[in-house]
């Protein structure tokens, strides 16, 4: 008998190959996004036609190609990411098969526009069903656009195969989410028939995850950090009110790549145990960093699954820290040790309504009546609906003189330290009949100050130690920041206009963010050059101190990532919460303590600062009695 057998010519076992990579175009996707990760870009933008059907583009700033490796990369086995099987334990780099421009190259018209830095003219390659149909050189920007046109032209039944347009563009806006989340410093845009479906800045992980599932996303997050030997753990699950039916965002990330983990999702799931029902998914986004050596990648084709060696370590490991995350955000089962069902606010105080005044009132005592009858001083602070205005300032501290304007006083002691109107704030609880105060007669607890620094406060049992500056660094940037995007202005006029000298691109970047500072309650009436006028601020910063907040404002935007419209909110109310707070060192009265706490709770995220340190800490009997035994 005759010999029969052949080797496949290339085009076949191309082809045959792409069977492997290439099932839809959002395949073909993903591989162009990898590559482009891979050459270090920072900047990619994907173009694509009928759901990738007609074209799929990627273009990106990286290395680019010389003319020879442009027309190696479409050999089989070609890659310049591994030299030997060794390199295959630590990879860490997307790609390393070298097959995937081979076999996209084996299905479809691919068109390649590539340049390396140092050259000074770049290639141009086209290629059909693996034949290279032209190459010339060309003049193109430095990095690399591939075109993958008319995908299957070649295989017609696999064409045929491909589902609704609407369909294979979700699948490639999953493959986008995926490379866009793993690598948030690097700069993503997408378009889909001519219009934009994603412009993602150069940001952090929580802007990324924000830009790219809308703004409500950011209230949404839990942050989960842990840093152990053999694996570190860092991400955000979605608190467990926002579990949702459908399986929803779930993201696993190892080593910056996207994984599908069935197990390691069972630890996350389970760590929300209690806290959801049944039929709800948690969401989560969790990248998870591990010795490379540590995990078999190559155990699946188009590189979705991971192998750990440490399996069973590392379930463990994500199950508690996600646990311990889901704890310290949730406040209820914190604070009430002994907590009933379904009680879930930290006080009892909460189901009840406000009480009357119940303290005298000297009606006619009233300085700021007349102002605050105009109604352009408010508190951003939360307050009960049945107050009135009127009675804001009863109490004021003797010796505040109220026909000077607030930024005049503040030579007087009571008001030196820069909280006079915080100050002010408290006092008005006196008369709106503070919730504290009941449950104080009721059952003779008492709030006190430590060190000035510390608010400890008695809990049913045990106690709770809230840090007075993050405290109020808290409650003033869910104001602010409440403020900025609803655009609500809360200012206070100033008699004499502050004239303040910044430098050219100081002004500059104020006037970028002066719509959101306007927001807050500034009011400029020039910028310019190298000035800045400003005939009002917000009623809860002294004149005094201005200076200070914008000058630290500017200096945090500088050190921020540019261009994000939520990061710049997020960090300008941060900012602004920080230079506004009320500092350690400041003794509080009792009304002021307890007004703190009060506001503490009504805020969103009570149980840590802005910049996510803890507010407080409890101490249950328990650990007491111990010390004692
Ligand atoms: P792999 O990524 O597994 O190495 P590919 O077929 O995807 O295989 O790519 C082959 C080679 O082509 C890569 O190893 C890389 O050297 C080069 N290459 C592909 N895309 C790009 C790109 N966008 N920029 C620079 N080089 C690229
Ligand atoms: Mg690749």
């Known amino acids: 008998m ?33 590559n482009a990760i891979d050459a270090k870009a920072t900047s990619i933008t994907l173009i694509i036609k009928d759901a990738g059907k007609t074209l799929v583009q990627v273009t990106d700033n990286g290395s680019g190609m010389s003319i020879t490796d442009a027309r190696l990369s479409f050999e089989r086995h070609a890659t310049s990411k591994i030299k030997s099987a060794e390199d295959l334990f630590n990879l860490h780099t997307k790609g390393f098969r070298g097959e995937a421009l081979a076999s996209i190259a084996a299905i479809a018209h691919v068109e390649l526009k590539t340049k390396t830095e140092n050259s000074e003219i770049g290639t141009h390659l086209t290629i059909e069903g693996s034949k290279v149909t032209s190459q010339d ?88 950090s842990e840093e152990t030997e053999i694996i570190k753990i860092e991400g955000f699950v979605m608190k467990p009110e926002y579990s949702k039916k459908s399986r929803g965002e779930q993201f696993f990330f190892v080593n910056d790549r996207f994984i599908k983990s069935p197990y390691l999702h069972h630890a996350v799931s389970s760590a929300f145990e209690g806290l959801m029902k049944n039929d709800v998914h948690p969401g989560y986004f969790l990248f998870l960093e591990v010795d490379p050596h540590s995990i078999d990648i190559n155990i699946h084709p188009t590189k ?5 060696d440490d399996e069973h370590a590392i379930y463990a490991m994500l199950r508690a820290t996600v646990k311990h995350s889901l704890g310290q955000f949730n406040i209820a089962p914190v604070l009430d040790f002994e907590r ?6 930290p006080y009892e105080y909460s189901k009840k309504s406000p009480t009357a005044p119940s303290i005298e009132i000297d009606s006619d005592f009233n300085p700021f009546k007349e102002k605050a009858k105009q109604g352009n001083i408010k508190f951003p602070f939360k307050r009960e609906q049945n107050q009135s205005w009127e009675s804001l300032y009863v109490g004021l501290k003797d010796g505040f003189d109220a026909a000077k304007p607030l930024e005049d006083q503040t030579s007087n002691p009571s008001t030196s330290l820069g909280i006079n109107s915080f100050e002010m704030e408290f ?3 006196e008369v709106t009949g503070n919730l504290f105060e009941n449950k104080e007669t009721e059952t003779g607890q008492v709030t006190f100050q430590l060190q000035n620094k510390y608010i400890v406060s008695p809990l049913k049992n045990g106690m709770m ?24 202005a809360v200012s206070q006029q100033l008699l004499f206009p502050l004239q303040l000298h910044f430098s050219k691109p100081d002004v500059e970047i104020i006037e970028k963010v002066r719509e959101q500072l306007e927001h807050t309650g500034f009011i400029f009436s020039e910028l310019k050059e190298e000035t800045v006028e400003i005939s009002g601020i917000p009623v809860l910063i002294l004149e005094s101190h201005v200076v200070n907040l914008l000058n630290q404002l500017v200096h945090d935007i500088k050190e921020d990532v540019p261009d994000s419209g939520f990061s710049q909110n997020d960090m300008l109310a941060k900012s602004m919460a920080a230079s506004m707070a009320i500092k350690t060192g400041v003794l509080l009265n009792r009304e002021e303590r307890e007004h703190l706490i009060n506001q503490l709770f009504a805020c969103k995220e009570p149980t840590v600062s802005p910049t996510n340190k803890p507010v407080f800490t ?9 010390k004692f035994m």
């Not at 029969?4 to 993903?30: F, T, W």
């Open 304 to 308: 979705t699954e991971i192998k750990f």
């Open 137 to 224: 050189p060309a003049v193109v920007p430095k990095g690399t656009t591939i075109s993958v046109k008319n995908l299957f032209y070649n295989i017609p039944a696999r064409r045929n195969f491909l589902k609704s347009n609407p369909v294979e563009t979700r699948h490639i806006i999953d493959e986008f989410h995926r490379v866009a989340l793993a690598h948030p410093s690097v700069a993503f845009q997408m378009l889909h028939n001519g219009s934009d479906v994603f412009n993602l800045p150069a940001s952090n992980s929580r802007q990324r995850i924000v830009n790219i599932f809308g703004s409500k996303t950011n209230e949404k997050l839990v942050p989960v």
């Open 2 to 34: 005759a010999d029969i057998i052949q080797l496949l010519p290339d085009h076949v076992a191309n082809q045959i190959a792409a069977g492997e990579v290439v099932q839809r175009p959002a395949s073909v996707v993903k591989e162009l996004l990898e």
């Open 340 to 345: 009933d069902k379904g009680f879930d606010t």
């Open 427 to 429: 006092e008005s609880e």
């Open 465 to 488: 130690i809230v840090h007075q500056n993050l405290a109020h660094q808290r409650i003033l940037y869910e104001e602010l920041l409440k403020n900025i995007t609803v655009k609500e």
């Open 618 to 626: 409890t101490l249950e009997m328990s650990d007491l009695d111990k």
